[in-house]
């Protein structure tokens, strides 16, 4: 399994922009897809965003569609998460995780995701 580690986080105001990186100890080019998920205190985790490493596609949560934008870097072992126009509701711990080579559980079934990274935390304030 890959190792991955995330950084970027921190405390913003309401409109403000950050971008998440989740670094990856190897290349993922044999993962069928990346993504970035989230989990507020009290909450499930939700998925935010999907990178499907073969055609490079996208795929967002309706939250966050036009806000935020997942890229990666390949040559870096790089996913990142651009966030634009950050809201309260924002506010959460936010989590990189890796597929497998056959499968991309997209948005809707993180646990089937085989590795994650500790998470860094986000926190808009108004």
């Known amino acids: 399994q890959v190792q991955l580690v995330e950084s970027g986080g921190g405390s913003v105001q309401v409109g403000g922009s950050l971008r998440l990186s989740c670094a990856a100890s190897r290349n993922t080019y044999n993962m069928r897809c990346m993504g970035w998920f989230r989990q507020a205190p009290g909450k499930e985790r939700e998925g935010v965003a999907v990178?499907?490493?073969?055609?490079?596609?996208?795929l967002y949560a309706a939250s966050v569609k036009g806000r935020f934008t997942i890229s990666q870097d390949n040559a870096k072992n790089t996913l990142y998460l651009q966030m634009n126009s950050l809201k309260p509701e924002d506010t959460a711990m936010y989590y990189c995780?890796?597929?497998?080579?056959?499968?991309?559980?997209?948005?809707?079934?993180?646990?089937?995701?085989?590795?994650w990274g500790q998470g860094t935390q986000v926190t808009v304030s108004s």
């Open positions: 995780a890796a597929s497998d080579g056959r499968y991309c559980p997209g948005l809707q079934m993180p646990s089937r995701y085989i590795s």
């Open positions: 990178f499907y490493t073969g055609d490079r596609s996208t």
